[in-house]
């Protein structure tokens, strides 16, 4: 009798996690170095492929001691739990999951959402990490916090989407506090059919599309965390002015050993001190200012001409790095995570919702896919075979589209202070492939005509999306899909011929995605008859004014005063220095951060035509030396020019700037550059007068009480708060156009390093431009570094 064979789900083997993990976890940054121990996030949930996640982990380090996630090698994995406080509770459970991660060996933190009317709040807490006093999340050990979250009300509409977006945020703020670069999420092969699957009933792929079917990444950047400093692919800066950064770009001391032997051993001894005796090196030669050329009168010669160029910029300092999430589980079927976590007694916590088809979508794909005999094409094989080779295409598709960025050099120069892009665009033409034999030439040369020029229009829109995202203040990019018309534009040779001829002529500027491309004249030594090419210049486009978008149009961020606590009863050359702010995101290009001393509220919206003359006529204003020293700023800040205290400086600086402008920041682009706005009158810190009023008991030798400069204080609050009422009521009967502003007063352009004279005594920033991709700028042999 021939035995007859069961197929039963088996454990995952330690190995086979192993090298899943290492093929889903590469180095992110492979020129770099990391040599010290760094704890892993586990993204727990309670679920049977978590639990079993956290299992694999154990195992894992027992397996091999110095795996590696990444770039840096594995010190330990914190597992993190989150409360949704969706269900009675729940807060016990994420203790019960925290308790049972603990007993396999890991760390575990549990927190508990709070649901709100608009959601949670994206503000970035800077307290400690236990901290009940976070507007985002709460211990779950705290009984209060517990209790109010339980007791509050959910979203009623989108629950699944917004539990979504509010667990992210959580896990990328505390993975940032923790300064852990990496987590592992127990997203599965069933997870991954249920997505592709979920995607073909939404209608991708229907026009060509093939990336929404590629399913879940292995490795991505953490979603729903954009704007939040060490989360959202920020945080390299600060990690490298560590004592103890993550990665480390300098050789090790073995490799500077090795580099200055080699070059010792290249060194001729008799070479060289026959160069020594020839004065070479300066000894007794030209170089030491023996000579009469270079002395002292030429360059006080070459200083006294007053035709002042365009001050060349300090380039701003682009981000890296944020939280990076891995899928190690994706190769693996369900019911092998059950088979692990059953064989070693691993304990795992059933959701109900997750089986009630009628409560979300995917639930009842789930429901569907279990219970129901599908066709072929829509079972789980079928479709996860579709999602490997839509995966297979797309990143080929990629990778040719960044090799024709490098081979044509397309990158000619990108400014970060200004955040523009020039371009030059060579002249792709789709040909046919030589025919084979016996095959029809006329037909055969026209089908594959069309497929080459499809597949070129596909891969010249993935190099407008790259190209988008050096500029764009948008958090998603436009899809592939939706830039034919601009592939159109700036590639002509691969429209479509079939229709009408479009109209020859020079091209016009347009905008798409908020990035303003403008057409630009070639120069002479950029292009030839037999490689012709077209030269943009990429900007960010010019910002809707608040009366067409409804008052929404601007970006704007506010920074809050000195406190009064700190500036009572003290002089204002005594009023010491707030504390740096957390790192905010302006228009999705820069981050910036504020430290002052000044009483109002700082402003940073973009540089607006109304402030220009003033500002322009003020840095040629000269302004006698505060009596304030200015505190030491950090290292890598964009430092402020010295401040002008001549007339002749200060003429010179006002022409700088306007040449500035013209260069770096022509037209309408600099009215997108980020500029810092005082809410109230600063003439009074930049001339040095007491910031105080006199009273009659100073006319008469005696000094104000408090309670006279609490009053005054008081008043001017409660006129600005009658000025912003009756703003508010104008604005309301009359509407946008017809509300007066607030007074305003430019006092910087932080990204062009440019201010008011005086102004760093009392005010300080750092500006630094979100991430781009430098290899690519560097591949394509673009300006220097700084790309300005």
């Known amino acids: 009798m021939n035995p007859v064979l069961h197929r039963i789900a088996q454990p995952i083997a330690a190995h086979e996690f192993y090298d899943a993990l290492r093929a889903a976890a590469p180095p992110r940054f492979p020129q770099a170095r990391c040599v010290s121990h760094w704890q892993i996030g586990l993204a727990i949930s309670g679920g049977v492929d978590s639990m079993a996640l956290a299992y694999l982990c154990a195992q894992v380090r027992r397996v091999d001691p110095s795996v590696r996630v990444a770039d840096a090698p594995v010190g330990g994995f914190t597992a993190m739990v989150v409360d949704h406080g969706l269900r009675p509770g729940s807060a016990d459970e994420a203790e019960a999951v925290a308790k049972a991660v ?37 211990p779950s050990s705290s009984s209060s916090s517990s209790s109010s979250s339980s ?17 992210y945020r959580c896990l990328g703020i505390r993975c940032a506090q923790l300064r852990i670069p990496s987590l592992l999420l127990a997203h599965h092969e069933d997870d991954q059919y249920e997505t592709v699957l979920l995607r073909l009933l939404s209608g991708y792929g229907l026009h060509g599309g093939i990336r929404g079917l590629r399913g879940m990444r292995a490795a991505a950047d953490v979603p729903e965390c954009h704007g939040l400093y060490g989360a959202n692919q920020s945080g390299f800066v600060d990690d490298q002015r560590m004592s103890m950064p993550y990665l480390m770009l300098q050789p090790s001391r073995r490799e500077r050993r090795r580099i200055k032997s080699a070059l010792r051993a290249d060194i001729d001894p008799a070479v060289l001190a026959a160069e020594m ?28 001409d007053r035709a002042q160029p365009p001050q060349p910029l300090a380039p701003l300092e682009t981000e890296d790095l944020g939280l990076y999430i891995y899928r190690p589980l994706l190769p693996f079927a369900k019911n092998r995570l059950v088979a692990t976590c059953e064989a070693n007694n691993v304990p795992w916590f059933e959701d109900p919702t997750n089986h009630d088809p009628a409560l979300t979508l995917r639930n009842a794909v789930r429901h569907l896919a279990r219970h129901y005999n599908l066709p072929r094409a829509l079972q789980k094989p079928a479709v996860l075979c579709l999602a490997a080779r839509c995966d297979a295409t797309a990143r080929q598709q990629e990778a040719e589209a960044r090799r024709l960025v490098v081979t044509h050099r397309m990158l000619v120069r990108f400014t970060a202070n200004t955040g523009t892009l020039v371009v030059r665009l060579p002249r792709i033409q789709a040909r046919a492939r030589l025919r084979p034999p016996l095959v029809d030439t006329s037909l055969y040369t026209a089908a594959s005509l069309r497929k080459r020029r499809a597949h070129l229009r596909t891969v010249a829109a993935l190099v407008v999306r790259q190209l988008l995202q050096y500029v764009t203040p948008e958090t998603h990019v436009t899809p592939v899909t939706q830039l034919q018309t601009v ?85 204002a050359a005594e009023w010491s220095w707030s504390s740096w702010c957390r790192w905010r995101l302006y228009d999705g290009r820069f981050w910036v951060r504020v430290r002052t001393r000044l009483p109002m509220r700082v402003l940073l919206q973009p540089f607006a035509l109304a402030h220009s003359k003033a ?50 920041a022509p037209g309408k682009v600099r009215y997108t550059l980020p500029a810092l706005y005082a809410t109230a009158p600063v003439d009074w810190a930049l001339e040095g007068r007491p910031y105080w009023p006199e009273t009659p008991g100073d006319a008469e030798g005696k000094t104000a009480t408090q309670e006279d400069r609490y009053r005054w204080e008081k008043a001017l609050r409660l006129q600005a708060q009658e000025e912003q009422a009756h703003r508010e009521t104008q604005t309301q009967t009359q509407g946008n156009a017809a509300a007066p502003s607030p007074p305003l007063r430019l006092v910087a352009l932080p990204s062009l390093g440019v201010h008011l004279p005086g102004i760093e005594h009392w005010l300080q920033w750092e500006v630094r431009y979100r991430k781009v991709d430098t290899a690519l700028l560097e591949r394509s042999e673009a300006a220097p570094f700084g790309w300005v």
């Open 277 to 304: 005796e020839r004065g070479a090196f300066g000894l007794d030669g030209p170089l030491d200012g023996g000579g009469t050329e270079g002395t002292a009168t030429d360059w006080a010669d070459a200083s006294s």
């Open 102 to 138: 603990r007993a396999l060996g890991h760390r575990a933190r549990a927190w508990s959402l709070r649901w709100g009317e608009g959601g949670m709040s994206s503000v970035f807490p800077t307290s400690s990490l236990l901290s009940s006093s976070s507007p985002l999340t709460s």
């Open 151 to 167: 007791s509050s009300s959910p979203p009623t509409t989108a629950m699944e989407t917004n539990a979504r977006r509010l667990r």
């Open 615 to 664: 500002f322009r006529e003020a840095l040629a204003v000269p302004v006698p030396v505060p009596k304030p020293e200015p505190a030491p700023t950090e290292t890598g800040a964009v430092s402020a020019r010295p401040t002008a205290f001549t007339a002749a400086a200060a003429a010179d600086a006002s022409a700088a700037f306007v040449a500035t402008l013209k260069q770096h």
């Open 487 to 571: 592939v159109d534009t700036l590639f002509p040779d691969l429209a479509d011929r079939d229709g009408a001829p479009s109209a020859s002529g020079p091209s016009k500027a347009f905008s798409i995605c908020g990035v303003h491309f403008i057409p630009l004249a070639p120069s002479a030594t950029s292009t030839s008859s037999s490689t012709p090419s077209s030269v943009w210049y990429l900007a960010r486009a010019p910002h809707v004014s608040a009366e067409r978008a409804g008052g929404s149009g601007v970006p704007s961020l506010v920074f809050a005063p000195l406190t009064l606590a700190v500036r009572w009863n003290k002089p």
